[in-house]
T-cell receptor, first 114, second 118 residues
Framework: GESVGLHLPTLSVQEGDNSIINCAYS??????FIWYKQESGKGPQFIIDIRSNMDKRQGQRVTVLLNKTVKHLSLQIAATQPGDSAVYFCAENYSHTGRRALTFGSGTRLQVQP | GAVVSQHPSWVICKSGTSVKIECRSLDFQATTMFWYRQFPKQSLMLMATSNEGSKATYEQGVEKDKFLINHASLTLSTLTVTSAHPEDSSFYICSARSTSGISTDTQYFGPGTRLTVL
């Protein structure tokens, strides 16, 4: 079936470096994507989203890039801080089917070394 | 804005008992709420979609008679785990989708409820 997956299960970076978390999706009909951050024992926290009619969107210290040609999504975190350590999930939605639920990827753990 | 709360944050119950978990959107109205389950070190798995004023839509493999969902208002959905068993122990997370604003596709998540069934 359709799925959203991640290339790397764990990413370790030095504090101050930039982080890039990748996500591959298989449903070419997906038109909305979200990145969530989940800290241990907590619910997912919205980071940034992007629609399929865009290829880049920037937030505060974060940028999401969407490449529809290869069905690839990435999250870039600038000047990574220890507080960024968490598991990051990408999620996709294919709203044209009427199903408004999200499909989550398997997650990437980001570890920031001081 | 877009705050979702859950109650309780954790619960321990005996096998065979029922547990109710509440999900509230505190500063916005949500016609649709979602219930997810997450096992340790795994991703979120959608259990059901809860629509205000109508029956919930359950994902394949989720027993609707075991996981009762009620969405009585635009700010409250409840999940009741009936006759709980140890295998139901998990982290249950709800999310809510706003009825207005720039994006009605964005889901905001609650803090989760840790259920342990003894």
């Amino acid at each position: 079936g359709e799925s959203v997956g991640l290339h790397l299960p764990t990413l370790s970076v030095q504090e101050g470096d930039n982080s890039i978390i990748n996500c591959a999706y298989s449903n070419s009909a997906s038109d909305y994507f979200i990145w969530y951050k989940q800290e241990s024992g907590k619910g997912p926290q919205f980071i940034i989203d992007i629609r399929s009619n865009m290829d880049k969107r920037q937030g505060q210290r974060v940028t999401v890039l969407l490449n529809k040609t290869v069905k690839h999504l990435s999250l870039q975190i600038a000047a990574t801080q220890p507080g960024d350590s968490a598991v990051y999930f990408c999620a996709e939605n294919y709203s044209h089917t009427g199903r408004r639920a999200l499909t989550f990827g398997s997650g990437t753990r980001l570890q920031v070394q001081p | 804005g877009a705050v979702v709360s859950q109650h309780p944050s954790w619960v321990i119950c005996k096998s065979g008992t029922s547990v109710k978990i509440e999900c509230r959107s505190l500063d916005f109205q949500a016609t649709t709420m979602f219930w997810y389950r997450q096992f340790p070190k795994q991703s979120l798995m959608l259990m059901a979609t809860s629509n205000e004023g109508s029956k919930a839509t359950y994902e394949q493999g989720v027993e609707k008679d075991k996981f009762l969902i009620n969405h009585a208002s635009l700010t409250l959905s409840t999940l009741t785990v009936t006759s709980a068993h140890p295998e139901d122990s998990s982290f249950y997370i709800c999310s809510a989708r706003s009825t207005s604003g720039i994006s009605t596709d964005t889901q905001y998540f609650g803090p989760g409820t840790r259920l342990t069934v003894l």
